[in-house]
């Protein structure tokens, strides 16, 4: 697999965690970054302007909702929000392991994604278990 689809499954694969976060504004921009290299290839920067993305919901948006759903006593939110910064975490992960290693990264495994939580996995079979929500395996869907 080139490059250029090797990224537009990591997109897509990345679009459908935020799918489950129902964080939309990167689910967009996922789904442009996986039709454009479907297409194209990788645009110089454009990965790192999406690391710098996901890095900055980490710092910033992830601690306020936190703040916000404790306040309320929302132990569902705290729960949910709980899983979007382990699936944001996973997903800064795949970015800076891709950029620092390129398709070797990711050479013979496949990506799964939780289909409870938006988990990502990347190996050559669906975990047993989902790493952040506890979902058997049979709730992952290989993405292909």
């Known amino acids: 697999m080139g490059q250029s689809n090797r990224l537009s499954v990591i997109y897509s694969n990345l679009k459908k965690a935020a799918e489950k976060q ?3 504004a990167l689910v967009t921009e996922y789904e442009r970054l996986s039709e ?7 645009a110089g920067g454009t990965l790192a302007g ?3 993305m996901v890095s900055s919901d980490l710092v910033d948006l992830i601690p306020k909702a936190a703040d916000v759903v404790k306040s309320h006593g929302d132990r569902g939110g705290q729960r949910a929000l709980k899983w979007g910064e382990t699936v944001t975490k ?3 992960s795949l970015m800076d392991r891709y950029l620092k290693k390129g398709d070797e990264a990711f050479e013979g495994k496949d990506f799964y994604v939780c289909q409870a939580c938006g988990f990502i ?3 050559t079979e669906a975990p047993k278990l989902c790493a952040a929500c506890k979902a058997p395996s ?3 869907e290989k993405i292909k």
Do not use: A, C, H
């Open 50 to 52: 999406l690391l710098e």
């Open 36 to 42: 454009k290299n479907k297409e194209e290839g990788v």
């Open 22 to 24: 129902q964080n939309f």
């Open 90 to 92: 996973i997903q800064k």
């Open 138 to 140: 049979d709730r992952f």
């Open 121 to 123: 996995y990347s190996g």
